[in-house]
């Protein structure tokens, strides 16, 4: 079997054949073609050199191209996942500042509400004082005048007083009664 | 019965004839191109098509690139798990490694009928025993480069009895140069073993198949295993596309742990 030209279902050139024919016979009958070392060292050195070719080339050019996407890739997505971080403290220290404002702002109305109200509470007692004030003044000016007037009128009434009993005495006495003596009687009475 | 050698398959043929050069010591070397050569160099520029493609750094990437960037992520793992920090010097080789095996083992699958029968170089036993001496040479070398002469603390196990240390240091050694051998024959032995299979229930097929129709008759019953083998041949050849990945897979591991012995010698040990 292994003496004869096998098929070649490569349709590879006659010396092809007459290669295999060789190897094979060298490995014996059933034997293993791997097995024979005519062709050891072609593959060997073929090997170490594609090897060798590939090698630099994935490590020179092609690895750190697909290395350099991923990472790129790597790099924009915690890029992009820190940015939307920090844009979100960002947002939330807006917020705060925010809010902040707005209590701010809360606590200025609040405490302008409490002002107007403190001025104008405190500016109706001071008008009212004054109109108290006024109307005291006024009360008092009443009260000197009523008074007075009535002062006025007592002094009147002794008076009337006075002329009636000296009117009285000359008609029943038929004589003046001094003034004098009207006077000591007036006050003797109390008037 | 020449049609059904399954051993044919592995027979190298010279394609570009060169003229045989000198080498002291081996004397005259054929270096003529081989279909074996020629599967090689196949592979290579494949490798290198297929990540020129998937190297266009787009952030979302398509196929071809998604496809590259999971083998670079495989790769990669392996060698920063297994190695650490210091993997990524190695990871350029390991991967060379890794995918130049892997797409040696696939693309021998391949079979255009008529056309082209890809040739398998990873069945055979020169080149898988060159992969592996290439490995372990570099291991050496890193070694006596990381550790001088401390390289040969890797064959002493420390917190070992003095009394038991020979004993252990000459089962380290030995298993220290045993490692090319099993590299070299576990790639060599599943990619042979798995092509003879396919070629004996690949030529069960035809033989039966043609005796069945060619005579007629009872022979008719021949071609209830011709079918049954055919069904064996697509279920071999699903399992011969996962033993090529995995074997290229292994290879590239065992390469990391024998790097990781050197480079990390006497932190893990």
């Avoid at chain 1, 005495?169 to 009475?189: C, F, N, P, W």
Wanted: charged share 15%; with cysteine; proline share 4%.
């Amino acid at each position: 079997m292994a003496d004869q030209p096998l098929p070649n279902p490569d349709g590879a050139a006659p010396q092809g054949a007459n290669a295999t024919t060789e190897a094979a016979g060298q490995g014996g009958s059933g034997g293993l073609p791997q097995f024979d070392p005519t062709w050891w060292p072609g593959q060997i050195v073929w090997l170490l050199i594609i090897f060798a070719v590939l090698y630099a080339v994935l490590w020179k050019v092609l690895l750190p191209k697909v290395g350099g996407a991923i990472d790129a890739r790597e790099g924009r997505i915690s890029g992009d996942i820190a940015d939307a971080r920090r844009l979100k403290q960002e947002a939330e220290s807006q917020a705060a500042t925010a809010a902040a404002e707005m209590a701010g702002a809360r606590a200025k109305a609040q405490k302008l509400g409490s002002d107007a109200k403190a001025k104008s509470a405190a500016q109706a007692a001071e008008r009212q004082k004054v109109e108290e004030a006024k109307l005291n003044e006024r009360l008092a000016l009443a009260e000197a005048d009523i008074r007075a007037a009535r002062d006025q009128a007592m002094t009147n009434v002794r008076g009337i007083a006075v002329e009636t009993a000296k009117a009285i005495v000359e008609k029943l006495t038929g004589t003046a009664a001094s003034s004098v003596d009207l006077e000591a009687a007036m006050s003797a009475r109390g008037a | 019965m020449a049609a059904i050698d399954p051993l044919h398959q592995f027979a190298i043929e010279k394609v570009v004839d060169l003229p045989p050069v000198s080498v002291p010591g081996l004397g005259l070397v054929d270096l003529s191109i081989t279909n074996s050569v020629v599967a090689m160099a196949i592979a290579a520029v494949a490798i290198c098509v297929f990540f020129a493609i998937a190297a266009k750094g787009q952030v979302v990437p398509g196929r071809t690139q998604a496809v590259g960037e999971a083998l670079y992520g495989l790769v990669d793992g392996l060698t920063s798990s297994m190695i650490g920090h210091e993997g990524k010097k190695y990871f350029p080789f390991v991967f060379t490694l890794f995918i130049f095996i892997m797409t040696m083992n696939l693309f021998g699958l391949l079979n255009l009928f008529g056309v082209a029968h890809m040739f398998t170089p990873t069945s055979q036993v020169a080149v898988t025993a060159a992969l592996a001496l290439m490995t372990i040479g570099l291991v050496i070398v890193v070694g006596f480069v990381k550790n001088g002469l401390g390289f040969f603390k890797l064959f002493v196990p420390s917190g070992v009895p003095v009394a038991i240390l020979p004993f252990l240091v000459l089962i380290e050694v030995i298993s220290f140069l045993v490692r090319p051998l099993t590299l070299t024959l576990r790639l060599f032995g599943n990619m042979l073993g798995g092509h003879v299979v396919l070629a004996i229930f690949g030529s069960f097929v035809a033989a039966l198949g043609a005796y069945a129709l060619s005579t007629g008759g009872a022979a008719y019953a021949a071609l209830i295993p011709s079918i049954l083998s055919f069904g064996s041949v697509v279920a071999l050849t699903a399992l011969e596309f996962i033993v090529g990945f995995l074997q290229a897979f292994v290879f590239a591991a065992l390469a990391c742990v024998y790097l990781n012995d050197v480079v990390n010698l006497g932190h893990g040990h």
